[in-house]
């Protein structure tokens, strides 16, 4: 199917023509009069209807024909996985830190590897 062979009632191609020709993840909440987090919930869980593309593991966006055909015959459309970027700092928020004390261990062997030299 082609995105010129879908027909739409007048109203919602009068929602269509203002539209660009790809969509960023708010600009669909907006079309579907949903809040962004949860649309962004529903693509996480694989759940939401229409393909979200991605960019290198970064930017969400939907294309306008691939809304128009959701619209027009109510299909949920095959999901891409999408993929994560990596975590910046694979520490945590405040690195690898040393630990405190030493444990009983660790002191029995210090104190023998001190007593051998």
């Known amino acids: 199917m ?7 009632p ?3 191609a009068a929602r269509f023509v203002e539209l660009p020709p790809t969509l960023s993840i708010p600009q669909v ?3 579907f009069k949903k809040k962004t987090p949860t649309l962004r919930k529903q693509i996480d869980r694989g759940t939401f ?3 979200v593309r991605q960019i290198e593991g970064g930017e969400q966006y939907v294309l306008l024909a691939d809304l128009m055909r959701f619209t027009a015959d109510g ?3 095959p999901q891409a996985p999408l993929v994560k970027r990596e975590t910046r700092n694979p520490f945590g928020r405040l690195g690898k830190r040393p630990r405190g004390r030493p444990t009983k261990l660790e002191q029995f062997q ?3 590897a ?4």
């Open 49 to 51: 209807p229409v393909t």
């Open 29 to 31: 909440a907006d079309f």
């Open 110 to 112: 210090n104190q023998k």
């Open 75 to 77: 299909i949920p459309q």
């Open 2 to 8: 082609k995105t010129t062979d879908i027909t739409l």
């Open 114 to 117: 001190q007593a051998q030299s």
């Open 10 to 12: 007048a109203a919602l």
